[in-house]
């Protein structure tokens, strides 16, 4: 009997993590996200005229600009959070004739520091086409996000990487 308490005692602490995983995963899925709003942007460059902070405005005919790939975006939070929605709009619009206009970048780091320091590494695939794209992310505690662009097309002759709306959502 003894053996069976703690077999079962060790087999809690050893899937805690997990269940701890799935518990907030589902309640991820449960909840309605809400909306959060960056307190502080800084990018390593911006095109003039098309500065990072375009990127948070609300709206999708206005864009940050970069010179090129491996440029980013930092995205400060006042208070920690549980981020479990990232939406990107890529390039210079969601209007598919204004999206062509300039570079786009197809895929994005996304670097998420935690409160207490981790950092939390995932890569969005964007598909090369106008309009919002959702990435579930579901990190907890969430203070900064750095997204770096890669993978660029359509960047030919004057034509700068374009990155026309982020949207960042918490658990309601």
Not at 72 to 81: D, E, I
Not at 121 to 126: A, D, Q
Request: with cysteine; hydrophobic share 40%; charged share 20%.
């Amino acid at each position: 009997m003894l053996f069976v308490v703690l077999a079962l005692c060790a087999a809690g602490f050893l899937l805690l993590p997990a269940g701890r995983h799935l518990i907030e995963d589902t309640r991820d899925k449960l909840g309605k996200a809400k909306p959060v709003t960056a307190t502080g942007i800084r990018a390593s460059a911006e095109v003039p005229g098309h500065p990072a902070a375009a990127s948070t405005d609300g709206l999708s005919n206005r864009y940050w600009g970069a010179p090129g790939s491996a440029a980013s975006v930092t995205y400060g939070f006042a208070k920690p959070f549980r981020l479990v929605d990232v939406i990107v709009t890529n390039g210079a619009s969601s209007d598919p004739e204004a999206y062509a206009l300039q570079g786009r970048a197809l895929r994005i780091e996304m670097e998420v520091t935690t409160e207490d320091g981790t950092v939390v590494r995932r890569t969005l695939g964007l598909s090369d086409k106008a309009g919002p794209q959702t990435f579930p992310t579901g990190i907890s505690d969430a203070t900064a996000i750095r997204l770096t662009l890669g993978s660029p097309a359509g960047l030919t002759g004057k034509r700068h990487l374009a990155l026309a709306e982020v949207e960042f959502f918490q658990r309601g």
